[in-house]
């Protein structure tokens, strides 16, 4: 079963790290993504501008175009990741180990309906 990993943590937060500890919790996501990569387990993983580059479409009639992300909350969606478990305690110790390498905000976990595969070339940008 696919499992969705949604990452949210207070984007002023994150957006305040210096570049060398940006870097520092991205080697030590890259540990998990390896692992998981080995195990042949991890799929596409997306790192997110912030939300001051997002645009939302609401669905009214006539829809509407708004700047900014969809709801205004303490802590945002900054990206996300599709693993591959058994089950949901399975994705959950993979959100753990996660957490441990970036700690702070929190991990969304939910199973995957429809995966559609893209054109794009995949490859891992850690969030």
């Known amino acids: 079963m696919l499992y969705a ?3 949210y943590h207070d984007e002023d937060c994150v957006g305040s790290w210096t570049k060398e500890q940006d870097a ?3 080697q030590k996501l890259a540990v998990v993504q390896d692992k998981l990569t080995q195990q042949g387990r991890l799929g596409p993983v997306a790192r997110l501008l912030p939300t001051t ?3 939302t479409l609401r669905k009214e009639n006539p829809p509407v175009v708004i700047d900014g992300p969809f709801a205004e909350t303490k802590e945002q ?6 693993v591959d478990c058994k089950n949901l305690d399975e994705a959950l110790a993979v959100a753990r180990d996660l957490g441990e390498a970036n700690p702070g905000g929190a991990y969304e976990i939910r199973p995957v309906g429809v995966l559609i595969p893209g054109s794009i070339a995949t490859g891992s940008i850690a969030i």
């Open 53 to 55: 580059a997002a645009t």
């Open 77 to 82: 969606l900054l990206g996300f990741y599709i």
């Open 24 to 26: 520092a919790v991205m």
């Open 5 to 7: 990993i949604l990452c």
